[in-house]
Structures are given as structure tokens and as C-alpha cells.
């Protein structure tokens, strides 16, 4: 059986881990700071488990040795972002937890796969590559698979066709600067320039660059999971089962895109061995123009990132 | 009470009523008349329903009446090709089948799906009989040769089939229109990952993958893609999904072609086709849907 291991068991990591164990894709181990909660939570899951029909294992822990021989590892621990606060504001707290988990997994899950979750999510993958000295390809950071399932989702709900029959693709950074493609966006198969106008379109991509945001506003005291989480659990099952799926994801560019030493949401061939390839689309000016922007915003967090500490 | 009627349970009849319980979209009743079959089969998949976790029940009907109340149903009755031979020969043999059908089901309030060969002559004659409005009447046209596409794609990219969505428009036949401008990976149009060899050899086998699977396997021709398609169209009717599918229907003046039926892209919903969706094409390739339903009117007429 394949082993996941989920570091933080807050709103997302729990999420996650119940979508990974509906579809019985692995074991999992939860790993939290907080004492009794990952055990707490993981004893509910199985509870569940015979009427959920989970064919896999569950366990909970507050030590970090029991991710070891780990496939996946999904690092989803810091703090969640509150209302007026900006992603990069949690950069201090969340680099910290960050630089701790990346040395436990190159210790006890030498062999894994890592998906980078907290925010800012750019920056996190870039100390969690540093720290665990994994090859590039074996980090990847979740992003633009939630941004385009928002976006997905919004067109769908104006066209009102099924959102499954929406695909659409959302690169840049994970922040206010992403960049989604209207261009690279369909409709079964039909261009979503064909079926909505451009100011609809506008509203929309307005809409998905805030989609973070507008569930802060109803929740105010926390932030959205659920649709975090069923993207998480997307890439852990194209990796475990080798699917070869094509997504946008924050990959560590090496001049791809004009862009180098910079984690950066791209489309990318995900699998058994990781970021599998990067695709380099054709992009007109202004879109080109709107990724180097977020590149900018990026890099500006990396730079802070590199003021507060020192890899090592 | 069922809501799916699957009238003919041969290959793909049987295969269809399978998908669906494995994907328990809802309860099905099957129809066969040659007496005794569907109640095998039906009793056969419901004492595998305790492994496999069906929550629908799916039985044997030995009267055509109990089809009325359903919401949708399949129909899959009529023979099958044989190798060398193309759907259009199949004609005037499943016409007769088809009508006594259609005639039984004058006045069903759900929406027929038709699976039998040649899908686009039969969905004609089963509106013309049965009097069904055309957007309750649709066929597995587009719907099987997009899944054939996209599986070709998919084996051509190296990337999974469940990100790639295709079209195929036009006549079932090796006059069917893949439409690369309407296939896409993710959003991401297939010809720029793809070059225009390889796009070619792509079009070329879904052209011919029905053909081919009849060679194959000699004595049957395909039935598991057919069923998954047949399934695909079922569960997003009794559903309401309101998904996108390329069905064959009646055409009413879509291209300037009227009274004939092929594929296009559809909204599919609990009152069948809800919204017919039109890809800008080139006039060769209108001239190419025109050539088909030229033929079609022909050989319709003339059965």
C-alpha cells in the first residue's frame, strides 16, 4: 500500500485526507504539533470506516519519525490567512514551520514527493526545496489546479453547464497576480471567447483572483478548505497512480517562461516521479507581460524570505 | 420504480444496464424479445449487487407497457455488423425493428437514446414513427467517436484522458468531423502539443476505430465503448447535469441542413437536448456535413 503523509491536520489537512481515504488511494499518517489532535482526528476517520468502506489505514501522530518511507507528502501546516491580512503577512510564521517539516521529511521520507500547500504558497515551496535538498522535480506547490477549479466553477455556473465540462488553466503566482488564461479556457471542447463576451469574461477572471478572498469575507474567521483540499488530494492521486496529469502547479522554473530560480505557477505533467514536464505555452504579450508581473510579486516574497533567514 | 428502460439486451444493451449499475445513475428495467434473456441477465447483475455495492435495482420486463413510466430509455435492439460491412447495409434490416418500437412508444413523456446501427438513419426513422419531439430523440454518434478521439489523444500525449476533452461532429461514419479547433488538454487547444502528423494519424484511427474492433474481433462488433457512451448520455439526462455531449438529432436548420440527423454538441438535461451548440467551421467542412446529409436523405428515402 502507498503511504501519504499529511503535516498539519487543520481545515485543509484533514480535508485532504478524508477525500484521499473516500477513494482509497493510500495510507496516511496525520502529523500535527497540537497534542492529541491528529490522534483524535485520525481514531474519528476510522471510526468511519466501516461505513465508508476504507480499505486503508489512518494513523495520527505528533512526531514527525512516523512519516518515514513516505510516497507523498503533503505539508499543509502554518497558520491560516484572516480577513484584511495579505499572504505575504504570513510569510514570518508560515517559513518557520515550513524550514522545521522540510528537514524532518529529508530525514525520515528521503524518497518522497513533496506538495507544498500553506501560503504564501510560492515562497513556502522554495524554503521546503531549499531545506530538504529534494531534486526540483519532487516539489511542486498547489495552486493553480485551485485557481482553475474557481474559475472552472464560476464559468459554469454562468453558462450553467456541467463545471466537470469546464477546463481552464491559471498560471502565475498564487496571489492576486495570477494570471488565468481565457485563451487556454473551454467549454467541452468550445473556446470560452466563443460562448461569453469579454467583460463577462473579465468578471470572472476578477472573480477567480479573489476566490481566496470572497470565502474569508463569509467566513471571517477562517479560510476556504474544501476546495483546497480536493485539489491537494488531485495531485496526490496523480502521483500515486502515476496519471500523468496535466495541470497547472508551482514548479521550480529554470528559464521556462523567461523566468529562473523561481517557483511560478505553470501547466506541468504531473506523476510517479513528480513535476514530470513542464509545458511552455505560447502566450501573446499582455499575458506574458501579466505572468512577469507575478513573477515580480513572487520574487518580492522571496527576497523578504531571504532577509528573515538563512538556508541551511 | 425504475427510470431507465434498456429495450434490447444484447451486447451493448447489456453493457449499458451494467455501466449504469456500477455507476448507480438508477434503477433499470430491460426489455428483449426473445423471451428469458433480460431476465437472466437482469437476475445475473443483481446477485453480483451485494459485492459490487449496487443501491438500483435492475429487472426483466416481458411487456413494452412498463417502459412508459421510465425517463429515459436505451435502445439497443437490432443486429450488429459483420466484418467487411459498413452501418449503412445494416439499414433496412434494424428499420423494421425500429419502428415497431417507435410505434409502441408513441407518446413517451422521457427521451429515447439510440444505439442502434446506423445510428443517424435509425434516430431519424424512431422520431418519424414514434412522433417524438427531435430533442427527445438523440443517438450515440459524436458522443462515441469524441471518446474514441480522446482516448487516441490521450495514448498519442502521455497525459491522462480525464484531462482532455474532444468533439466530433457530423455523420457516424468515416464521414464523422474531429474537430481539432474543439479538443483541448485543460483548456489548452490539442495542436499546440500536438504536430499535424501525429494529429493525423489520431483522426485517422478514430475515423476507423469502429472498423476496426469489428475486424478484431471478427464475430462482434465493439460494444464497450458504444455502452459507456450509451451510460455517459443516460446518466446525464436522468441526472439533469446539464452536461456537453455531441448527440445525433434531427437537425433544424443548423449549417442550412434540416430533416437529417447527425452529431453536434449538446446540453444534455431531464428534457433531453436542452441547447444545441454550433463550432465555427470552415466551409469545407460545411460542405462536408452537406455531402452527408445529402446522403443520408438519399439512402432514408429510399429504404
Known amino acids: 500500500m502507498n503511504k501519504v503523509s499529511v503535516i498539519g491536520a487543520g481545515n485543509v489537512g484533514a480535508t485532504a485526507v478524508y477525500y484521499i481515504a473516500e477513494k482509497n488511494i493510500a495510507d496516511i499518517v496525520m502529523v500535527d504539533v497540537v497534542p492529541g489532535m491528529p490522534q483524535g482526528k485520525a481514531a474519528d476517520f476510522m471510526h468511519a470506516a466501516p461505513s465508508r468502506n476504507y480499505n486503508i489505514k489512518i494513523v495520527g501522530s505528533n512526531d514527525y519519525a512516523e512519516i518515514a518511507d513516505s510516497d507523498v507528502i503533503v505539508m499543509t501546516a502554518g497558520m491560516a490567512r484572516k480577513p484584511g491580512m495579505d499572504r505575504m503577512d504570513l510569510l514570518k510564521t508560515n517559513v518557520n514551520i515550513a524550514k522545521q517539516a522540510a528537514q524532518a521529511i529529508a530525514t525520515y521520507a528521503p524518497n518522497a514527493l513533496v506538495i507544498a500547500v500553506s501560503n504564501p504558497l510560492d515562497v513556502i515551496s522554495m524554503v521546503t526545496l531549499k531545506e530538504s535538498g529534494f531534486a526540483l522535480k519532487r516539489v511542486v506547490g498547489m495552486a493553480g489546479i485551485l485557481d482553475s477549479t474557481r474559475f472552472r466553477y464560476f464559468i459554469a455556473e454562468r453558462l450553467n453547464v456541467l463545471p466537470q465540462d469546464v477546463m481552464a488553466m491559471v498560471l502565475g503566482g498564487h496571489g492576486d497576480t495570477m494570471v488565468p488564461l481565457p485563451r487556454y479556457t473551454s467549454v467541452a471542447g468550445f473556446p470560452l471567447t466563443e460562448l461569453l ?50 495541470v497547472a502547479a508551482s514548479a521550480y522554473l529554470r528559464g521556462e517562461y523567461g523566468h529562473r530560480d523561481i517557483f511560478l505557477g505553470v501547466p506541468v505533467l504531473l506523476g510517479r516521479n513528480g513535476v514530470e514536464k513542464i509545458y511552455e505555452l505560447d502566450l501573446t504579450e499582455q499575458e506574458q507581460n501579466a505572468l512577469d508581473g507575478s513573477a515580480e510579486a513572487v520574487q518580492e516574497g522571496v527576497k523578504t524570505l531571504e532577509s528573515i533567514y538563512t538556508p541551511g | ?126 422520431r418519424e414513427k414514434s412522433g417524438l419531439d427531435a430533442s427527445r430523440v438523440v443517438g450515440l454518434g459524436g458522443v462515441l467517436d469524441s471518446t474514441r478521439f480522446r482516448y487516441a489523444l490521450s495514448r498519442e500525449l502521455g497525459i491522462t484522458t480525464e484531462n482532455i476533452t474532444a468533439t ?28 499535424d502528423v501525429h494529429l493525423a494519424k489520431v483522426i485517422d484511427e478514430t475515423r476507423n476505430a469502429g472498423d476496426l474492433i469489428v475486424e478484431m474481433s471478427q464475430r462482434s462488433s465493439s460494444f464497450y465503448g458504444p455502452s459507456a457512451a450509451a451510460a455517459d448520455v443516460v446518466q446525464a439526462i436522468v441526472w439533469d447535469t446539464k452536461r456537453i455531449l455531441p448527440v445525433s438529432f434531427v437537425w433544424d436548420g443548423q449549417y442550412g441542413i434540416k430533416d437529417v440527423a447527425m452529431s453536434l454538441p449538446t446540453v444534455l438535461g431531464f428534457t433531453g437536448i436542452e441547447r444545441v451548440l454550433e463550432p465555427n467551421l470552415s466551409q469545407d467542412q460545411v460542405q462536408v456535413l452537406k455531402k452527408s446529409a445529402d446522403e443520408l436523405s438519399s439512402i432514408y428515402a429510399n429504404a
Do not use: C
Request: aromatic content about 6%; charged content about 25%.
Open chain 2, 168 to 195: 466530433v461532429v457530423g455523420r457516424h461514419s468515416d464521414q464523422m468531423m474531429p474537430l481539432v479547433d474543439y479538443s483541448r488538454v485543460n483548456g489548452v487547444p490539442v495542436s499546440t502539443l500536438m504536430d
Open chain 1, 197 to 246: 463576451d469579454s467583460d463577462t469574461i473579465e468578471q470572472l477572471v476578477d472573480r477567480t483572483r479573489k476566490g481566496g478572498a470572497e470565502i474569508v469575507s463569509y467566513l471571517k474567521k477562517g479560510s476556504a478548505y474544501y476546495a483546497p483540499a480536493a485539489s491537494v488530494a488531485k495531485m496526490v492521486e496523480a502521483m500515486i497512480k502515476d496519471e500523468k496529469r496535466f
Open chain 2, 1 to 126: 420504480m425504475a427510470n431507465i428502460a434498456i429495450i434490447g439486451v444484447g451486447n451493448v444493451g447489456a453493457n449499458t444496464a451494467f455501466f449504469i449499475a456500477e455507476k448507480n445513475i438508477g434503477s433499470v428495467v430491460m426489455y428483449d424479445i426473445q423471451d428469458g434473456l433480460a431476465q437472466g441477465k437482469a437476475l445475473d447483475m443483481m446477485e453480483a449487487a451485494p459485492i459490487r455495492g449496487y443501491q438500483h435495482s435492475i429487472s426483466g420486463i416481458n411487456s413494452m407497457d412498463d417502459v412508459a413510466d421510465t425517463s429515459v430509455a436505451v435502445v439497443a435492439a437490432g443486429t450488429v455488423r459483420e466484418p467487411g460491412a459498413k452501418r449503412d447495409d445494416l439499414f433496412t434490416r434494424n428499420a423494421e425493428i425500429i419502428d415497431g418500437i417507435a410505434e409502441s412508444m408513441k407518446g413517451y413523456g422521457g427521451t429515447v437514446v439510440i444505439a442502434t446501427e446506423p445510428v443517424d438513419l435509425m434516430v431519424m426513422r424512431f
